[in-house]
């Protein structure tokens, strides 16, 4: 995987945050200095949390779980629908559905009405409507698309969250602490991290910088998946080469079975014999 250089994010803009008095004192250790007003991020710590946050959603992604992708702000919309489907990953980019999370079962069944929608328009249900059902249909699909359709694909809870923004996207962070999810995110110097377990500190802003930072996860998330895909063809493979290599192995024990059989028979008449002649010659 490509390193996260140092030159780039400054190029970025990911350094600049905000005004030193909307700074929240738990960014402090990643603030590097203050200038003109304003604070600047220190990219050192900025890359070695975004490569710690890159290994973890690795694993996470190598194990076959989901990861959420949640970014409604209008810079960063775009940049995480196009990278999260690159790696058909959910990803929320409309205003966060309340209790999504939390009411997860709820959200689960207004999926399913889209699917059922989708049934209809296939069988041909959906032609015997009137006119006015039809519009009606077609309007609550449009809007169900828009708000639930990049979420089609997870049928049960998120393994972890990517989130841009942390105060922009409180509602989702909230609903993912209270069920223990993890929560990574790109934090800026107003942002509260204590709620979040692996925090980007970082210009949440920049367009340029969200590109990079979210693009570099989903590399590290790809790379996951491509290993689990490896591991899964070399089981199977050592499945079959196991499947082939039983009849073989069965074969030798019933050929060990019946050379054992023949030397016990050869060794009993053996001693059959010896008998024989000890009476013989007794008598």
């Not at 049928?155 to 069920?179: G, Q, S, Y």
């Not at 023949?262 to 014999?273: R, S």
Request: aromatic fraction near 6%; hydrophobic fraction near 40%.
């Amino acid at each position: 995987m490509v390193k996260l250089e140092f030159d780039q994010l400054l190029e970025a803009g990911a350094h600049f945050g905000h005004l030193k008095r909307k700074w929240n004192p738990a960014m402090a250790p990643y603030i590097f200095m203050e200038r003109n007003g304003i604070h600047i991020i220190d990219l050192h710590k900025t890359i070695a949390k975004t490569e710690e946050a890159a290994a973890a959603l690795k694993q996470i992604a190598k194990s076959g779980k989901k990861i959420l992708f949640v970014a409604t702000k209008k810079q960063a919309k775009d940049i995480v629908s196009e990278k999260a489907k690159s790696i058909n990953m959910p990803y929320v980019v409309e205003r966060w559905p309340g209790g999504m999370l939390t009411n997860f079962p709820t959200i689960r069944k207004a999926v399913k009405k889209m699917s059922n929608i989708d049934k209809m328009m296939k069988d041909g249900t959906f032609d015997t409507l009137s006119k006015r059902e039809k519009l009606q249909i077609t309007r609550q699909r449009a809007k169900l698309e828009k708000m639930l359709g990049s979420i089609q694909d997870l049928t049960r809870l998120p393994a972890a969250l990517f989130v841009v923004d942390v105060m922009k996207e409180h509602i989702a962070v909230k609903e993912a602490n209270r069920l223990g999810i993890p929560v990574f995110a790109i934090v800026d110097t107003n942002s509260d991290p204590t709620n979040v377990d692996f925090a980007i500190p970082a210009n949440d802003d920049s367009a340029k910088a969200i590109e990079l930072i979210v693009g570099y996860i989903c590399e590290a998330i790809k790379e996951g998946l491509e290993e689990r895909k490896v591991e899964k063809a070399d089981a199977a493979a050592a499945e079959e080469q196991e499947e082939e290599n039983a009849p073989r192995r069965e074969r030798k024990a019933k050929a060990a079975k019946k050379e054992r059989v023949k030397k016990e028979d050869k060794e009993a008449m053996n001693a059959a014999m010896v008998s024989k002649y000890a009476k013989d010659e007794e008598e």
